[in-house]
């Protein structure tokens, strides 16, 4: 079966870590700057208060004047979830990252090792920790599992059978499928208010009303796709950081500074000679809260130029000055070297870029990202209809 872990409200735990006290008071992450000034997660307090996620800013100020925004720490956000995915993968499981607070693993081959599918999803959430309010979910497709995690109390694992499975999604409100709040709100419009209600439509006429999304959002109510699971790639983790006696801003000392963490960062004997795929770029604010922007290069490269000219603009986008930078690769390449031929076959050259090409598509957005598209009914008046993507992972 497939399992889904899920911690609601990650990004807003892992930002209050450093600040426990605010846990049991009115809370909400603060919007990024530059972007629609909607909140993020809230705590138990601020829902009480009739603060809600997704809420604009100046409304939930009104409605709640002692609502405190906490700054958004992407670094925090980046390291806690990391240390859960090893706590994972040391616990034995092949895990699947879907974002930060959810991710999905396959339960066949660990069911042997913990005595059956509940006790393999009651070591999943020990691994986790208490203090995440962790949940689990098991089903025999995607959504069905992360739709069980989602109604799932904290520290609880809930499994859905297969018979189970439309039963079990039908009176659930829309809120849990991939779509649109403009969608959403359509379906509504329309007397759709639970899962079970848009699963008896057509999916003929679902797809040419809504679209691409519809489409999925009816896949989905019917459970979801059946995608076997992806073990992530395990992160470098060759890390450099230099912190400051007090607060810098000024550019060009930061540039200075990258300079030095470049340096130092391919200096490391843990590299090994391998290129460099992806690098990661982070701060910490004097304000509080941090910084982090992620480059995937589209050669990889150790020449120390075109990563400053890849890394070092990143740096004019910092919102306040820092007290700490921090420089990582965050993926290598797999081999130092290609071999060299005297004679290539026809083709192979290209083959190879493409194969580097989808590589490094994965490395910047993730597994699933790349799919093939498979003609299902070439016939069908609906363009959505003609044809499926499906997950390529070779």
Known sequence: ??????????????????????????????????????????????????????????????????????????????????????RLEDSGFTVEPEEPGCLYFETRGIERLYGGLERALERALTAVGSAWDPRAGAAGRRFAALAAASVARPGQALVV????????????????????????????????????????????????????????????????????????????????????????????????????????????????????????????????????????????TVERDRLKAALAPKLAELPAPVVELRLELVELTESNGQQLELVQPAGNELDVRLRDSLRQVRASTGSGSVATVVEVAPWSRIPEARAILVPRDD
Not at 255 to 274: D, H, I, Q, S
Not at 277 to 282: I, P, Q, Y
């Open 161 to 300: 059978a297969d018979e189970r499975t439309r039963d079990f999604l039908a009176p659930l409100p829309l809120t849990l499928l991939p779509l649109q709040s403009a969608r959403r709100a359509e379906l509504e419009n329309f007397g759709i208010r639970k899962v079970g209600e848009l699963a008896e439509l057509p999916a003929a006429a679902v797809a040419e009303r809504l679209g691409r999304d519809g489409r999925q959002a009816w896949s989905s109510a019917h459970g979801g796709t059946r995608r076997r699971i992806n073990g992530r790639r395990l992160p470098a983790e060759i890390v450099e950081a230099l912190e400051f006696p007090e607060a810098v801003a000024n550019e060009l000392t930061l540039r200075r500074a990258f300079t030095v963490l470049l340096e130092r960062l391919l200096a490391r004997p843990e590299r090994e000679n391998r290129f460099a795929r992806k690098l990661a770029v982070s701060a910490r604010l004097a304000a509080g809260g941090s910084w982090r922007r992620t480059v995937t290069l589209r050669d990889p």
């Open 1 to 86: 079966m497939i399992a889904c872990l899920l911690i609601p409200g990650f990004e807003l735990r892992a930002a209050l870590r450093s600040r426990p006290s605010l846990e049991l008071e009115p809370a909400a992450l603060a919007p990024r700057e530059g972007t629609e000034p909607l909140l993020g997660p809230v705590t138990a307090a601020a829902e009480t208060a009739g603060v809600r996620p997704g809420m604009r800013l100046g409304e939930a100020l009104a409605t709640c004047p002692s609502l405190v925004l906490v700054e958004q720490d992407p670094a925090a956000t980046e390291q806690a979830w990391e240390e859960i995915l090893r």
